[in-house]
């Protein structure tokens, strides 16, 4: 009988742990964890380059890329051409440039204010600071502003390497067929990345590099790899090309 009791109880011990008695209860499954915001995008200092000027350029290169001559404001008539809808289609860029109805805009390289006052319409409540280097569109802009009886156009004078803004003062920027003009790219991406506000974006119009049947002067297009390069070294992230223009680019640009 002495020897049954410990088997006995060695047997009883065995059916309790095969049953699970004794187990240890399984940790409650965790909590997924939060999505980490998109890493940071930090500027990239990259020099100028400089070599023999090509007919349209001004042998300054940036990220490989020659810097185009300026068209300036003699060329006020061709950014009002009556067939530039028919070309260039700036009436679906518009409707995608989505803004707040208070939304505060810098149309950089505004010229003859053509995007201007039609964005104007958009924010009822905010307004578009058309900013241009060239007194003389700023008069032009001061005069058609008066005529159409717009009041939330603000004409502003820049200059070549600064939008001359205070710090995160833009919900959006908008730049048609200018950057490439820009002489000094990388001080002008500076100071836009310091007017606009966290999560501001660029609106970025180019006519496409990468198509030999856009009719315009290879100077005066861009590619989408050569824009990405340019705008992400200088801190900006590429959120998409929306593609819906016949000539040109669409290309968004964040700042985070």
Do not use: C
């Given at each position: 009988?002495?020897?049954?009791?410990?088997?006995l109880?060695?047997l009883i011990?065995?059916i309790?742990?095969?049953?699970g008695w004794f187990r240890?209860?399984?940790p409650?499954a965790a909590?997924p964890?939060?999505?980490?915001p998109?890493?940071?995008v930090e500027?990239v200092?990259?020099?100028?380059?400089?070599?023999p000027?090509s007919?349209?350029g001004?042998?300054?290169?940036f990220?490989?890329r020659?810097?185009?001559?300026v068209?300036?404001?003699?060329?006020i008539d061709?950014?009002e051409?009556?067939?530039?809808?028919?070309e260039?289609?700036p009436?679906?860029?518009?409707?995608?440039?989505?803004?707040a109805?208070?939304?505060?805009?810098?149309?950089?390289?505004?010229?003859s204010?053509?995007?201007?006052?039609?964005?104007?319409?958009?924010?009822p409540?905010g307004?578009?600071i058309?900013?241009?280097i060239?007194?003389k569109?700023l008069?032009?802009?001061r005069?058609?502003?008066?005529e159409?009886?717009?009041t939330?156009?603000?004409?502003?004078l820049?200059s070549?390497?600064d939008?001359?803004?205070?710090?995160a003062s833009?919900d959006a920027?908008?730049?048609?067929?200018?950057?490439?003009e820009?002489s000094?790219?990388r001080?002008?991406?500076a100071?836009?990345?310091?007017?606009l506000k966290?999560g501001g974006?660029?609106f970025l119009?180019?006519?496409?590099?990468e198509?030999p049947k856009?009719?315009i002067k290879?100077?005066?297009?861009m590619t989408?790899?050569?824009?990405?390069?340019e705008?992400?070294s200088?801190?900006?992230r590429?959120?998409?090309?929306?593609?819906p223009?016949?000539?040109?680019?669409?290309m968004?640009?964040?700042?985070?």
């Open positions: 009988m002495s020897r049954l009791v410990p088997l109880a060695v011990l065995a309790i742990v095969s049953w240890t209860p399984a409650a909590s964890a939060p999505a980490s998109p890493p940071a500027p200092f990259v020099e100028y380059t400089t070599g000027a007919p349209d001004i042998g300054k290169f990220h490989g020659e810097i185009s001559q068209m300036g404001h003699r060329g061709w950014l051409r009556s067939n530039r809808e028919q260039e289609a009436s679906r860029a518009i409707a995608a440039i989505d803004l109805p208070d939304a505060v805009l810098a149309d950089i390289g505004a010229g204010g053509y995007y201007s006052f039609r964005l104007a319409e958009k924010v409540k307004k578009i058309a900013v241009d060239e007194p569109m008069e032009f802009l005069a058609r502003s008066a159409l009886g717009v939330n156009v603000e004409p502003h820049g070549i390497e939008v001359k803004l205070p710090a833009l920027a908008l730049m048609v067929d200018a950057y490439h820009f000094h790219p001080e002008m991406l100071s836009l990345r310091h007017a966290p974006r660029i119009l180019e006519f496409r590099g198509d856009v009719p290879p100077l005066h297009k989408e790899a050569q824009a990405r390069l705008l992400e200088a801190g900006f590429f959120v998409s090309n929306l593609r223009l016949p000539w040109q680019h669409f968004i640009f964040e700042r985070p």
